[in-house]
């Protein structure tokens, strides 16, 4: 007996999403408790090193499971076409009409929805909570005041795909605020809510690295001004050490400065800044109201 797993991420023209794979994946483990052989077929634009679909005999395997989503659509039915010699079965599908082909191409259907079945889905649970940092994101736009010292395009094309491939759970933060944009904040309470919600904050924005320190947060800012500009400024009057300019930049460095910034000694060092006050609101005050107006009253 050898099974392959498949589902909507097994196709080129399909998608993984989280619960797709999860459902894989917890599929795949059960196989294995009960010492069961088997593959699962991934699409290679989600998993290039991984069996893809169209490279999975159909001889090599007895039977076919087909995981999560919808079971509809030509792509399922050329499964049927494809494995015929197998056992096919469908788990935790969701079934818009049972006369589809399909569907009738399945040995065996054990739904999640569809007339009148509801069953819990295939995705849960999910992992567990804390194993993977969240890291929230927040890019600076392009900045032309700083005319030929900007370096914002190849910053962010390294420093994204950095990020990319880091093992992390990305949350962009768009520190714009709108009261008509359901992706972006209303308030500067809301948008402090958001990063308190992370672990750690990577940013080309000077905002970014200032809404980080001030709520605990470690940030690991990236200047994207050639010799510096006011990231790093703003860095030195924190007294914040992770902070790289674009000439310094590369993956060493970022992963060097990861490792710190997800380190007991960074969030400690984070804590020390958080709520700290800008000196500038009281000397802004003062020079309205006159040199030392406010010590007199």
Do not use: N
Not at 15 to 38: N, P
Not at 41 to 63: C, G, M, N, Q, V
């Amino acid at each position: 007996m050898r099974v392959l797993i498949t589902g909507w991420a097994s196709f080129l023209h399909g998608e993984a999403t989280a619960g797709d794979v999860l459902s894989a994946q917890h599929v795949a483990a059960a196989l294995t408790e009960h010492g069961i052989d088997h593959d699962t077929a991934w699409s290679p634009r989600f998993a290039p090193r991984a069996l893809h679909l169209d490279d999975a005999r159909p001889e090599d395997y007895t039977h076919l499971v087909f995981v999560c989503g919808p079971a509809h659509g030509w792509q399922v039915r050329e499964l049927h076409t494809r494995f015929p010699d197998c056992h096919r079965v469908a788990v935790g599908v969701s079934v818009l009409r049972s006369d589809d082909p399909a569907v009738t191409g399945f040995h065996r259907v054990l739904p999640r929805d569809g007339a009148d079945t509801a069953a819990v889905d295939l995705a849960a649970p999910v992992a567990v909570p804390g194993t993977v940092p969240v890291v929230g994101v927040a890019l600076a736009p392009d900045q032309p005041e700083y005319g030929e010292r900007r370096a914002h395009d190849a910053v962010h094309r390294a420093l994204l795909d950095w990020l990319t491939r880091l093992d992390c759970a990305r949350l962009e933060l768009t520190t714009r605020l709108a009261i008509d944009d359901w992706r972006c904040c209303a308030t500067a309470e809301q948008f402090g809510a958001l990063v308190d919600r992370v672990d750690v904050v990577v940013t080309t924005r000077l905002h970014g690295l200032v809404f980080g320190l001030s709520r605990g947060r470690p940030a690991l800012a990236v200047d994207p001004v050639r010799g510096g500009g006011k990231v790093s400024a703003q860095a030195a009057a924190w007294g914040w050490p992770a902070v790289v300019r674009p000439e310094d930049l590369d993956d060493a460095v970022l992963d060097r400065w990861w490792t710190w910034c997800r380190s007991d000694r960074a969030r400690a060092a984070a804590q020390e800044h958080r709520a700290t006050r800008s000196p500038l609101v009281r000397a802004g005050v003062e020079h309205l109201l006159g040199t030392g107006a406010l010590e007199h009253r």
